[in-house]
């Protein structure tokens, strides 16, 4: 085996082992949800995106990806949306973490990285409104609902009576609070980004000395 391959064996270890630890942390997140004032009951926020983000900046747009997914299917059996819930949980992770990552990747600076959040951000609010109207809500409607969309509606109407269609309730009331969501998880992110960066590297050192004691 050549050292290009050794190095590149070590390199995927440490990808591997990062990526299940960012995972186990969704998977816990996932289940702290926190209500919000001014929105209906079943809009809460959780941050499991966090680990999704810090895996699309400290290895890959893919990883971050690839986390999101995990996240989802671990998180699957134990869900009581027959799977709804964690198919549109993967597709809002998965944008905002892949579009954040990209833009990240190519200029690794805290301006980059806030541009990055708030891109990411904004493409999974506007991905929000489309699944949420095409999917997720007539899923929603047809399993608790008997398929009477104004049952979703009313609980808008509760809060605020203008409120009257699907498409106005998403916009006035989703859309910004998605976004808000990804931005917390953003700010969250920033804070504890370079610490976990340093631990990473770290721990592909220590690997990279085990490797090479393994191999005397």
């Known amino acids: 085996m050549t050292n290009q391959s050794v190095s590149r064996n070590k390199n995927n270890i440490t990808k591997i082992a990062i990526t299940a630890m960012l995972t186990a942390v969704a998977v816990v997140l996932q289940y702290i949800e926190m209500p919000v004032p001014f929105v209906p009951s079943f809009l809460k926020i959780d941050f499991s995106d966090i680990p999704e ?12 990806v690839v986390i999101c997914l995990l996240k989802n299917i671990i998180h699957l059996p134990f869900g009581s949306s027959v799977g709804v819930g964690e198919f549109a949980n993967f597709l809002f992770g998965a944008v905002f973490a892949f579009t954040a990552g990209m833009i990240y ?17 904004l493409a999974m609010s506007a991905l929000s409104v489309v699944i949420n109207y095409f999917i997720v809500y007539p899923a929603y409607a047809q399993l608790w609902a008997g398929g009477d969309m104004n049952v979703i509606i009313g609980m808008y109407k509760t809060i605020l009576p203008a409120s009257d269609n699907l498409i106005k309730s998403l916009i006035i009331f989703n859309l910004p609070f998605t976004f808000v969501k990804g931005m917390i998880d953003a700010v969250v992110t920033m804070l504890i980004y370079k610490p976990l960066s340093n631990m990473f590297v770290k721990m592909n050192e220590s690997i990279n000395r085990k490797s090479k004691k393994s191999e005397k």
């Open 105 to 121: 990747k190519h200029k690794k600076t805290k301006k980059t990285a806030l541009i990055a959040c708030i891109a990411g951000a």
């Open 53 to 64: 983000l810090i895996g699309a900046f400290v290895i890959s747009p893919i990883y971050g």
